[in-house]
Protein backbone atom coordinates (compact mmCIF):
# COMPACT_ATOMS: atom_id res chain seq x y z
CA UNK A 1 0.00 0.00 0.00
CA UNK A 2 1.37 3.45 -0.95
CA UNK A 3 0.93 5.00 2.31
CA UNK A 4 1.91 8.46 0.31
CA UNK A 5 -0.51 8.42 -2.38
CA UNK A 6 -3.41 7.57 0.54
CA UNK A 7 -2.15 10.75 2.64
CA UNK A 8 -2.54 12.93 -0.37
CA UNK A 9 -6.18 11.59 -1.60
CA UNK A 10 -6.94 12.29 2.19
CA UNK A 11 -5.98 15.40 1.53
CA UNK A 12 -7.36 16.02 -1.60
CA UNK A 13 -11.31 14.64 -0.10
CA UNK A 14 -11.37 16.81 3.48
CA UNK A 15 -12.48 20.21 1.89
CA UNK A 16 -14.81 18.20 -0.11
CA UNK A 17 -16.02 16.61 3.46
CA UNK A 18 -16.04 19.66 5.14
CA UNK A 19 -17.81 21.35 2.59
CA UNK A 20 -20.67 18.86 2.64
CA UNK A 21 -20.41 19.34 6.75
CA UNK A 22 -20.94 23.21 6.14
CA UNK A 23 -24.57 22.03 3.79
CA UNK A 24 -25.66 19.45 6.69
CA UNK A 25 -25.40 16.36 3.51
CA UNK A 26 -24.11 13.39 3.05
CA UNK A 27 -21.93 12.30 0.27
CA UNK A 28 -21.73 8.68 -1.54
CA UNK A 29 -18.34 7.19 -2.05
CA UNK A 30 -18.68 7.62 -5.13
CA UNK A 31 -19.44 11.07 -5.09
CA UNK A 32 -16.35 12.01 -2.80
CA UNK A 33 -14.01 9.79 -4.92
CA UNK A 34 -15.20 11.35 -8.33
CA UNK A 35 -14.36 14.46 -6.86
CA UNK A 36 -11.18 14.14 -6.13
CA UNK A 37 -10.45 11.62 -9.15
CA UNK A 38 -10.55 8.29 -7.94
CA UNK A 39 -12.09 4.96 -7.93
CA UNK A 40 -14.64 5.25 -5.34
CA UNK A 41 -13.24 1.18 -4.18
CA UNK A 42 -10.35 2.81 -2.52
CA UNK A 43 -12.29 5.07 -0.27
CA UNK A 44 -11.84 3.23 2.18
CA UNK A 45 -8.00 4.01 2.40
CA UNK A 46 -8.34 7.73 2.35
CA UNK A 47 -11.51 8.20 4.79
CA UNK A 48 -9.25 5.48 7.26
CA UNK A 49 -7.16 7.98 6.91
CA UNK A 50 -9.29 10.81 8.06
CA UNK A 51 -11.13 9.01 10.54
CA UNK A 52 -7.51 7.88 12.06
CA UNK A 53 -6.09 11.50 12.40
CA UNK A 54 -9.84 13.06 13.84
CA UNK A 55 -9.80 10.19 16.28
CA UNK A 56 -5.80 11.28 17.10
CA UNK A 57 -6.78 15.21 17.56
CA UNK A 58 -10.42 14.29 19.29
CA UNK A 59 -12.43 15.61 16.01
CA UNK A 60 -15.88 14.67 15.23
CA UNK A 61 -15.98 12.17 12.86
CA UNK A 62 -15.87 14.26 9.23
CA UNK A 63 -15.34 10.39 7.37
CA UNK A 64 -19.21 10.14 8.47
CA UNK A 65 -20.45 12.23 5.78
CA UNK A 66 -19.48 9.48 3.22
CA UNK A 67 -21.73 6.79 3.31
CA UNK A 68 -23.01 3.52 1.00
CA UNK A 69 -25.12 4.37 -1.89
CA UNK A 70 -27.83 1.71 -0.88
CA UNK A 71 -27.74 1.69 2.83
CA UNK A 72 -26.40 5.58 3.69
CA UNK A 73 -24.58 4.59 6.23
CA UNK A 74 -20.53 4.44 6.66
CA UNK A 75 -19.33 0.76 5.34
CA UNK A 76 -16.96 -1.97 7.34
CA UNK A 77 -14.08 -0.04 8.71
CA UNK A 78 -16.04 2.95 10.03
CA UNK A 79 -15.50 3.58 14.04
CA UNK A 80 -17.60 6.81 14.23
CA UNK A 81 -20.29 4.90 15.67
CA UNK A 82 -22.91 2.26 15.63
CA UNK A 83 -23.92 1.50 12.20
CA UNK A 84 -27.26 1.82 12.38
CA UNK A 85 -29.44 5.32 11.51
CA UNK A 86 -29.87 6.63 14.64
CA UNK A 87 -26.65 6.04 16.01
CA UNK A 88 -24.51 7.73 13.08
CA UNK A 89 -27.41 10.68 12.94
CA UNK A 90 -26.21 11.70 16.36
CA UNK A 91 -22.66 11.70 15.25
CA UNK A 92 -23.60 13.39 12.22
CA UNK A 93 -25.25 16.34 14.24
CA UNK A 94 -21.44 16.67 16.23
CA UNK A 95 -19.81 17.21 12.55
CA UNK A 96 -22.16 19.55 11.18
CA UNK A 97 -21.86 22.06 13.82
CA UNK A 98 -18.36 21.48 14.02
CA UNK A 99 -16.52 24.82 12.48
CA UNK A 100 -14.39 22.88 9.91
CA UNK A 101 -13.60 26.36 7.74
CA UNK A 102 -9.97 26.91 10.50
CA UNK A 103 -8.87 23.49 10.19
CA UNK A 104 -6.30 22.13 7.82
CA UNK A 105 -5.42 18.58 8.46
CA UNK A 106 -1.46 17.58 8.81
CA UNK A 107 -1.57 13.82 7.64
CA UNK A 108 2.20 13.41 7.79
CA UNK A 109 2.30 11.63 10.98
CA UNK A 110 -0.55 9.34 10.31
CA UNK A 111 0.00 5.52 10.39
CA UNK A 112 -2.26 2.98 8.85
Known sequence: ??????????????????????????????????AIGVHWRVANLYLGIIQKYCKEKDLPPLQSIAVNAKTGLPGNGYSGSSNNKKAHNTVLADVYKHDWSNHLPDFSNVKF
Not at 11 to 21: D, F, G, R, T
Open 1 to 34: MNLELHRHRAEAAWPVLAKAAERNSLLTYKELSD
